[in-house]
């Protein structure tokens, strides 16, 4: 799957995730409660990360798949919030990978 179909799909189920914070909630999470729904998700892929890497005891799921289930999540809010935002996430990506690429041979 390619970036721009990824956050077609992101932006579609955060659509419907807020039609159920409407109907449960009596509102939709704001980009500050995505950021902090990110947050919680960053400590969760660290933990992840630890049980791969054998620091944490394994909890109920395999290591990896809980791994990957964290990646996507967080991946998931930044396509979200690229899109609220209309921040094209390949460019961004490409133009900070770049200046990391230049500044690394400046310093050689």
């Known amino acids: 799957m390619e970036i721009s179909e990824a956050k077609v799909r992101a932006v579609h189920v955060r659509q419907r995730l807020a039609s159920f914070e409407r109907s449960t909630y009596g509102r939709e999470w704001s980009t500050a409660d995505l950021i902090s729904g990110l947050m919680t998700d960053v400590g969760d892929l660290a933990s992840a990360v630890q ?31 690229a899109d609220r935002y209309h921040i094209d996430l390949a460019e961004a990506f490409d133009s900070t990978m770049t200046g990391i690429e230049t500044w690394l041979d400046s310093t050689s």
């Open 51 to 81: 049980r791969v890497d054998g620091l944490r005891p394994a909890g109920a799921a395999e290591p990896l798949d809980e791994l990957r289930h964290e990646l996507g999540d967080c991946l998931w809010v930044l396509l979200v919030l």
